[in-house]
């Protein structure tokens, strides 16, 4: 049987790193943490990408907070979705506590409390730091992902970004493209059918539906000027610290499709925006996906593969992405495959339905001389998660039940009144906050068919006027008329025989 000493030993062996890295605690053999086993993860490896799962309360968002706060002293910026709201306390110091101590005993690592530089953004009305992006932006393909559109429909899109770049009409906002979809089925309808084709108006009906449910999700306040800029999730302060930009997500939890449509806007633009960087000493941004499921149960299988396929590559441009939610089994098998750092915290085996949770997620970890992994996952506390990482050799390290060191930062969520001073000292929100509308395709449309209208209307007077000149007798003729009609007359005629009647007679 495998003794304490052996366990060390394969421990140490297996998370030995010969260059920079992170500790995330300490390892445990039979529940009890084994002192000077250190759990760590290079920091070469955390483009890799992760996963972070585990029953509600059983510490996951403090993982996160560990993990950032470390990233965060090495100069690496993270970008953190805080949905619950519960993350902003990294702005501040922690306070050391008995529970605190004792368990940094345990695993024998110092502590001491720290606070760490923040942004606060959000996607709505929320105070922070205001995110948006362009339809032009997302551009006809990826548009029509996140709208869900067949290829006939997704073709229409295109059209219409075809032909506002033609036109050189900029869409900014939803209401320019829905203003260029009412045009090209109405006043615009000869126009785009001699230039592009005929398009069918049940089409355009069906996307401008999809276009309004986008809507009342709040991507009306998404889409808009000033767009955000992606160098700006990558600052490093003063101290060398790299920023923790939170982005308040708690008002957006019955938004699905907003939120999916912002983390796909984002992965696509870091993307393409980010140089390659190859094999790199450490990351250049980290992302922590807070309740992924959000993302991945509103997903059309054209946004998952769109996902997927970002995933795959995006760890090139020394961006890691790390998915936090309850069960790793709402990450879809194909993004799990893709995924290095695995921390598991204990799940609740409720029901037969749970039981079967925790057997997939059992086979999806190493094997392990010292673990029955299904047991553990089932008995693990607060605070204590399985961890398996890659190396810097990208081989996956020893499974290795771990007590999580405390975070340095407080364990709690600001007040307003630090949330405002946050705020009032950022100078990303006196950046983004100003909003701007300047002439769109919704202006320049509507400027088009008054200008069109007002044409119609002169040319329809000028026809008037002609038609009632034509119908209307000039004054000589009118003059002429008249002349006749008395010489015609009755009465001149016997008031001129009576006058020729006494000249003969004289």
């Known amino acids: 049987m495998p003794t304490s000493s052996d366990f060390t030993k394969h421990i140490n062996e297996g998370y030995t790193s010969k260059g920079e890295s992170i500790i995330l605690g300490g390892a445990m053999l039979n529940g009890e943490a084994v002192a000077d086993t250190f759990v760590k993860v290079p920091l070469k490896t955390l483009n890799r990408h992760g996963l972070i799962a585990g029953a509600t309360g059983t510490g996951k968002t403090k993982t996160i907070q560990v993990l950032s706060e470390q990233l965060s002293s090495f100069g690496i910026p993270v970008l953190m979705m805080d949905i619950k709201g519960d993350f902003s306390g990294i702005a501040k110091e922690g306070e050391e506590k008995p529970f605190i101590t004792e368990r940094h005993a345990k695993i024998n690592i110092p502590y001491k409390t720290q606070s760490f530089p923040v942004e606060l953004m959000s996607l709505s009305q929320q105070d922070g730091v205001r995110l948006r992006a362009t339809v032009s932006e997302f551009g006809p393909v990826l548009f029509s992902r996140i709208l869900d559109l067949n290829d006939t429909q997704a073709g229409v899109v295109a059209v219409i970004f075809k032909y506002c770049d033609d036109k050189q009409m900029p869409l900014l906002d939803l209401k320019d493209i829905k203003k260029v979809i009412n045009y090209i089925t109405e006043e615009g309808k000869d126009e785009i059918e001699e230039n592009y084709g005929k398009i069918s108006t049940s089409t355009t009906g069906i996307i401008l539906r999809k276009i309004i449910e986008l809507e009342q999700q709040g991507g009306d306040i998404f889409f808009g000027e000033k767009s955000f800029e992606i160098d700006d999730l990558m600052r490093i302060d003063e101290n060398g610290k790299g920023y923790v930009n939170i982005i308040r997500l708690t008002d957006i939890q019955d938004k699905p499709k907003l ?226 009609k008395v010489v015609t007359s009755a009465t001149f005629i016997r008031g001129m025989f009576g006058v020729l009647s006494k000249l003969l007679r004289k």
Request: proline fraction near 4%.
């Open 259 to 484: 939120f999916s449509t912002f983390m796909l806007s984002l992965l696509a633009e870091i993307y393409q925006q980010m140089p390659e960087k190859g094999d790199a000493d450490q990351p250049e941004l980290v992302i922590f996906i807070d309740e992924a499921h959000l993302i991945f149960n509103e997903a059309s299988d054209a946004l998952l593969n769109q996902i997927e396929t970002i995933i795959k590559l995006i760890r090139s441009k020394g961006i890691g992405v790390y998915f936090v939610t309850q069960n790793p089994m709402d990450v879809p098998a194909s993004v799990l495959a893709q995924l290095g750092l695995k921390i598991q915290h204990a799940l609740r085996a409720f029901t037969a339905k749970d039981r079967q949770a925790i057997k997939q997620t059992a086979e999806n970890y190493p094997l392990s001389d010292y673990y029955k992994t299904d047991e553990v996952l089932t008995s693990l506390g607060i605070g204590e998660a399985f961890v398996t990482a890659l190396n810097e050799k990208g081989i996956p390290t020893p499974l290795a039940a771990t007590m999580m060191r405390a975070p340095m930062s407080r364990m709690d969520v600001l007040n307003e009144t630090e949330i405002a001073e946050i705020n009032a000292k950022s100078k990303l929100v006196r950046k983004y906050n100003e909003e701007i509308d300047r002439d769109s395709a919704y202006e320049m449309l509507t400027k088009k068919i008054e200008v069109a209208n007002q044409q119609a209307e002169a040319a329809q007077e000028t026809q008037e006027e002609e038609k009632r000149k034509t119908s209307e007798p000039s004054t000589t003729e009118v003059i002429g008329k008249s002349v006749v």
